[in-house]
């Protein structure tokens, strides 16, 4: 049975807001960009139609780096970027 003294308000500010945006980078240039390519289809799938339902824009860029040419290169996306990445 519902608590129907719970406001559609109070509900939803109980839920916390996801960032809009995420940036995926892997060292791979092609298993793992079709992987997470993938994932991202298959969540604009499932929820792409619902009106109450922000679908995030992920960014998935596959570099062929190393380790840590992948983070710097990491860090230099996301300070230039337009937009905040979660």
């Known amino acids: 049975m519902k608590n129907n003294n719970i406001s559609r308000k109070d509900r939803l500010k109980s839920k916390r807001q996801a960032p809009a945006n995420y940036l995926i ?8 960009p079709n992987y997470f390519n993938g994932l991202k289809r298959k969540i ?7 009106v109450d339902v922000l679908i ?4 998935v860029k596959g ?3 190393n380790t840590t040419s992948l983070v710097k ?11 905040v990445y979660g």
Not at 73 to 83: D, I, M
């Open 25 to 32: 980078v892997c060292e791979g240039k092609k298993t793992e």
């Open 44 to 50: 604009n799938e499932k929820y792409g139609n619902k």
């Open 56 to 59: 995030p824009n992920i960014d």
């Open 63 to 65: 570099t062929g780096m």
């Open 73 to 83: 290169y990491t860090q230099k996306t996301v300070n230039h970027a337009n937009k």
